[in-house]
């Protein structure tokens, strides 16, 4: 909880790296400040296109180059390094051994490090380093069942404290560009079991976080969210177009995994930073049964 609240409430700013299975790096500058009233971050990514992400509290303006986009998003829970996500926080030891380990240094900053490790097989494990003055996540690690780091974020350098005023000039950093064409996807609360969608067999300590229904172009998205309190996973349910043949099975990018399957006319896509034996079978426990919507659905819809 310290270190969720470290990440909303500082002041602080700083480079981190995002290290992926196969060699896979990303470079990004963060500038975060707190004013006692409101929250604002930007985030830029520093390799290839050069996209910038402003955050005023939960709303997220993201300057897309290579299209000329600006797109217009609340933000709904996902946590973005360096906060992490804990909203079970009471509930973690049921599903993860928590150890603490030998301190360490990271950014030229002693930190306090956490292993928290799977007492199943639908997990992946996390090592956590926090600034020991502070309680900021400095760098955190993914670690898939074969005990292999499949995603590393760390800071290389960072400045932590002082008033909002030392960060004004680098939250205020000219934009990309200008004539942009902004664009707010329409996104409206649902309860997917009132069409007939079931997601039943979650498995132990998941719980549906969010259920929505998401405008992209011309087509509607079913998307529900199911969190452990700390690992997350996203269910997207899409009617097929006229003659589609979507691939269907398991992917994996870095400590992502997908499994789409087709049911019926739609396809069924699920992802997460979790194991692919989650993934799975959260995607075969999805099923298209109309008229079968029951009163406990409704309840967990509202939660």
Avoid at 104 to 126: I, M, S, T
Avoid at 265 to 293: D, K, M, N, Q, W
Wanted: one cysteine or more; proline letters at 5%.
């Amino acid at each position: 909880m310290r270190i969720q609240q470290a990440a909303q409430r500082l002041n602080y700013s700083g480079t981190f790296v995002v290290m992926q299975g196969g060699g896979q790096t990303q470079t990004s500058r963060i500038t975060h400040v707190f004013d006692r009233a409101n929250e604002r971050e930007r985030v830029e990514v520093l390799d290839g296109a050069a996209v910038v992400v402003l955050r005023t509290n939960d709303e997220v303006k993201s300057y897309l180059p290579e299209s000329k986009t600006i797109l217009i998003e609340r933000r709904r829970g996902k946590a973005v390094f360096p906060a992490i996500l804990i909203d079970q926080a009471a509930a973690l030891a049921e599903h993860y051994t928590v150890r603490k380990l030998e301190p360490c240094r990271v950014a030229g900053r002693d930190c306090h490090v956490f292993a928290l490790d799977p007492r199943d097989g639908l997990r992946y494990g996390q090592r956590l380093w926090a600034e020991t003055s502070h309680g900021l996540l400095l760098k955190s690690q993914t670690i898939n069942e074969r005990g292999e780091v499949v995603e590393q974020i760390a800071f290389t350098e960072i400045e932590i404290g002082g008033p909002v005023e030392r960060y004004a000039a680098r939250l205020g950093r000219p934009l990309p560009g200008k004539d942009w064409r902004a664009v707010s996807p329409a996104i409206t609360p649902a309860r997917l079991a009132d069409s007939g969608w079931r997601i039943d067999q979650v498995p132990p300590g998941f719980r549906r976080m969010l259920e929505i229904r998401r405008g992209i172009g011309d087509a509607e998205v079913g998307h529900v969210v199911f969190s452990d309190g700390l690992a997350s996973v996203s269910v997207f349910v899409e009617a097929l177009k006229a003659g589609a043949n979507p691939v269907e099975g398991h992917a994996a990018q870095g400590a992502v995994n997908v499994f789409r399957r087709r049911v019926g006319e739609h396809l069924v896509t699920v992802l997460g930073e979790a194991p692919p034996a989650l993934v799975s079978r959260i995607g075969a426990a999805v099923e298209f049964r109309p008229g079968t919507a029951t009163l406990s659905d409704q309840v967990n819809n509202k939660r």
